[in-house]
C-alpha cells in the first residue's frame, strides 16, 4: 500500500520523522559511545549476544492469518538483555545493524528500512530512562554487577515502555491505512501476549551471560522449536487454505479475505469489486476427455488469472470450475478492466491432451457497498451477475436487482411492467438511418421507452430481461410490433413510405407466434410486411434449431426483412451467417466510440464493413456521435450510420416532422 506523502503534513510524516531524527540521532551517539569504549570488560558474552541477536532478528515468530503479517521478532529478548546488561548505546547499535540487515534481507522500501531503526533506537532509549529512574547505570566499562529478584520491578517497566513506544510509533506511521485507533488496538491481546512472552526471556538471558556465557547458543534451542513450531501451523494453516491443485487460496481463504476487505472498506470509505467467474461448458471437457484434461485446463486458467489481475488483487479458486478475484481499491471501471482482461487473455486456445481447446469463462462483478455492505451480500449478487453474463451470453455481467431473480426490487418492477402493459403506457421512439453516401433517409429504427410514473425512465437493458425471464416477452413484442405497424399505416397515408426496423427477442423465435402476430397485425393495417425489418443478435445466430431455422425462413417468404444487430460483440459462425436470409449487419456503437483510440477498432470495422459487402449487404455504424466518425466510416466504406450525430431517439409527431424534413423522393408517395 502507498504511504502518504512525507513532505506533505500529516499524521504519518510526524511519527516518521519523530522516529528517524531521533532515532538516527540516537544511533549516531551511540556509535560514539561504543567506538571509544573499552569493551574489555563486556568481552565474549557481548559479542555472544551480538550474533544471537542478529541471528534471532532474521527469523520473525510468524502467527499466521488474522495477526500481524511480519510477526514477532524473537531478537527483542536479547536486545533488553544488552540493555540491562551493558546500557542503550550497545544495544541500540546492535539492534540497528539487525534490523538493517533484515530489512534488507526482505527488500523493504528505503523509508520503512530508515522508519525501523529509528523507531527500534527509540524504544530502546525509552526503556533506557526506567533503569536510569531505578538507580541503575549499566555500561559497556560497567555492566550490570548481579541480577536479582529486587530488579524484576524496573525490568518489567523496561518491558512495558519499550513494547508501547514501540507499538505507538509504528501503529502512527500505519495509522493512513486504517485508524490510529484501530492499529493500536486490533489483534492487541494476542501480539501483547506474543511480545511479553519473548521479552520474559531477557532475564534469563542475562543469569545465563553473568555466570555461565558459554551456554547462551543453548537459548537458542527452545527459541528455535518455537519458530519451527509456528512455521509448521504456518505451513498446515497455508495447506489447509489452498487449493492443492492451481495453488490459489480457497474458499475459506477468501471469505477471510473478504471479510479484511469489507473492514477496511468500512472504516476508509474505499469502494471494491468481486468477480465471480465460472468456466462455459467445462462439464463437457471433463466428460469427454476425462477429470485429467478438466485438471490441465484449471491449471492453465489458473495462470491464466494471475498473469491478468493487478498486483494487489486476490485471486481464488472456490471450488470446481469457479474462481472468484477480489479487487481492492478500484471503482466500477477498474474492476472491470480487470474482468476484461481476464476475458482477453484467454482468445488464444489451449493444447490440451493434443487437442485444441478454447477456454470461454462469464464474469459477474458486483461492487462493495453499491450492491452490498456484508459478505453473503456480495456473493450472492456477484454470483447472480456471473449467472446472466452466463445466460446472456454477455462475458462480463455487473449485477442488476433487475436481473436478479431473487431480488425483491424486480420483483416489484416486474409487477409494474405487467400493469404497464395492461395499461398501454409503453411508447416508441423512432432514430433515423441515413446513407453516408448522401446522407438519404434509408428507413428508421423503433425503440421501446418506458417512462415510470415513479422510478422516471428506464432503459430498455433493464426491463427487457425481465420480459424474457418471466414469460412476458410475447406481451410486450406484441404491444411494439402494433404500435410500430399502427405507425407505418399512419406514415403510409401522410404518403410516407419509411422502412422500418424492431428489435426483437431470440425468445421471440420459439414456435410460429410471431409470424402469426405480423400476419394478422400488416393485414388489419394494411401495411406490407416487407416495410418491416427485424433486427436480430449474434445470439440467434449462434443457437441453431430446427423451430428457429423455420420461422426465418417464413419470416423471409413472408417478405420481412432481417438485421443482424450489434455485430462483433457475440459469437457468429461465418457458416451460419451464410444460410441465414439477413440482409443487412449493424457494426456496435462499441467498436465506433473507440475508432480514434484504437488501430484495431479501425482493422474491426473495415474487416466487418468488408464480410458485409462480400455476403452481399450493406453495413451500417451504430452510435456515431461525430462528424470524424462520420468521414472514417465513410472513407472505410460503410453504407449506413445511426446515431445522436444524425438525430437522437425521437416520438411518433417529432420523427414524423423529420422525415418530412428529410425524407428523398423515393419514399414518398402521393397521399391516399
Known sequence: MAHPPLL???????FWYTSVLLGWGLLVVA????????????????????????????????????????????????????LFMWGPWPAIVMVSIAAMASDLRAGKHWWKVLFNVGQYACSVAAGAVVIWLAGQHPSLQHPLPRFSVSDIGWVVGVWVVYFTVNLVLVSGVLAHR????????????????????????????????????????ALLIPLLLLYRMAQMTLEKEHEAG????????????????????LSHARRTGDTFGLLLIDLDHFKEVNDSLGHHAGDELLVHFAHCLRRSVRPQDYVTRLGGD???????????????????????????????????????????????????????????HADSAMYTAKESREGIALYSAVRDRNSTDRLSLLAELRQALDQHTLELHYQPKVSLADRGLLGVEALIRWDHPTRGFIAPDYFIPLAEQSGLMPMLTAQVIEIAVAQLRDWSELGLQVPMAVNISPTDLTGHRLTHLLAQTTTT???????????????VVAEETEEMNSVLLTLHEMGVTLSL?????????????????????????????????????VGIVRAVIDLAHALGMPAIAEGVETESEWQLLHSLGCDGAQGWHIARPMPAADITEWITAHAPSSLRTDAA
Open 8 to 14: 506533505k503534513p500529516s499524521m504519518f510524516s510526524g
Open 31 to 82: 556509535c560514539v559511545q561504543v567506538g571509544t569504549a573499552s569493551i574489555t570488560a563486556a568481552g565474549l558474552p557481548l559479542l555472544m549476544s551480538a550474533v544471537l541477536l542478529l541471528v534471532l532478528e532474521l527469523l520473525p515468530l510468524v502467527q499466521g492469518r488474522g495477526h500481524d503479517p511480519h510477526g514477532v521478532v524473537m531478537s527483542t529478548a536479547f536486545v533488553c538483555a544488552v
Open 178 to 217: 486504517s485508524s490510529l485507533r484501530s492499529e493500536l488496538f486490533d489483534d492487541f491481546l494476542h501480539y501483547s501476549m506474543m511480545n511479553f512472552a519473548v521479552l520474559g526471556i531477557s532475564p534469563i538471558i542475562v543469569v545465563v551471560a553473568q555466570n555461565v556465557w558459554p551456554l547462551l547458543p
Open 242 to 261: 489452498h487449493d492443492a491443485l492451481t495453488e490459489l487460496p480457497n474458499r475459506s481463504s477468501m471469505h477471510f479475505a473478504l471479510n479484511d476487505h
Open 322 to 380: 469457479e474462481f472468484a478475484v477480489i479487487i481492492p481499491a478500484a471503482d466500477e471501471r477498474a474492476a472491470r478492466d480487470v474482468a476484461e482482461r481476464i476475458r482477453d487473455s484467454l482468445i488464444e486456445p489451449v493444447y490440451v491432451q493434443g487437442m485444441q481447446l478454447q477456454i470461454e469463462a462469464s464474469i459477474g462483478l458486483a461492487m462493495h457497498p453499491e450492491h452490498g455492505e456484508g459478505l453473503e451480500d456480495l456473493l450472492r
Open 525 to 539: 393495417h394494411g401495411v406490407a410486411a416487407g416495410m418491416l425489418k427485424l433486427e436480430i443478435t449474434e445470439r
Open 565 to 601: 444487430d450489434d455485430f462483433g460483440t457475440g459469437y457468429s459462425s461465418m457458416r451460419r451467417l451464410k444460410t441465414l436470409p439477413i440482409s443487412e449487419l449493424k457494426i456496435d456503437r462499441s467498436f465506433v466510440s473507440s475508432l480514434f483510440d484504437s488501430t484495431a477498432d
